[in-house]
């Protein structure tokens, strides 16, 4: 028997880091690209966890094994919060991370550094059949910096800078991000009230043929 959880996320950066937190609790994770025919699944919700809830449940339901999602994304107070649940598509539906960033910094650069502050926020929503949604949210507070530095992370990491670490995401390793961010936070917080409620233990399934 083996506890095992789709990844309701195209996105590889972070499918690769929750694979990574989760083989510490010996959890096999499911990229849904892997599963047949995985439905599109529209975000229309108005809030992060609006978003995190309708993919994990979808996908929960429609194979009826657990499914964790999240939304994240980041919040510029400068722009009232934007980018926001549009954090991926900031530049258009198919924009990639350096069409994202040369929009943000675009409209940030007229703004001073003691201005720019910025958190990136991560709702994650991990669905069970037979039991309730359960949803957490985390942030992770910094400034924008209007030039990139690092090589690691994805979307926005380059220009989110720590003022504590004195270095950007990108900077930084990916055991120290995942000690630090956003979902790193969110995912520890879940693993807490999982091993609180022994959800994993009560939820074993047998590994696929």
């Not at 499911?30 to 992060?48: K, V």
């Not at 957490?136 to 003022?163: A, H, S």
């Amino acid at each position: 028997m083996k506890t095992q959880i789709i990844l309701a996320t195209g996105n590889k950066g972070k499918i690769r880091e929750f694979t990574k937190m989760f083989s510490k609790l010996s959890i096999e994770t499911i990229p849904l690209s892997s599963m047949e025919n995985p439905p599109t699944i529209i975000e229309d919700g108005q809030t992060f966890f609006e978003n995190a809830i309708k993919k994990a449940e979808t996908i929960s339901r429609t194979y009826g094994l657990p499914a964790l999602a999240d939304d994240s994304g980041l919040e510029v107070d400068a722009l009232g919060g934007d980018p926001g649940i549009y954090s991926a598509r900031f530049a258009g539906p198919q924009a990639t991370d350096k069409e994202n960033n040369a929009k943000l910094i675009s409209l940030l650069n007229q703004t001073s550094m003691v201005n720019r502050t910025a958190r990136y926020v991560c709702a994650l929503a991990l669905s069970i059949p037979g039991k309730e949604t359960m949803v957490v949210e985390e942030t992770c507070e910094g400034l924008i910096t209007l030039t990139p530095k690092g090589e690691n992370g994805f979307g926005y990491d380059p220009y989110f800078y720590l003022p504590e670490w004195g270095v950007t995401m990108a900077q930084m390793s990916e055991e120290q991000k995942n000690k630090i961010s956003h979902r790193g936070k969110a995912l520890k917080k879940l693993e807490q009230l999982l091993m609180k409620e022994h959800w994993l233990h009560l939820y074993s399934i047998k590994e696929r043929a």
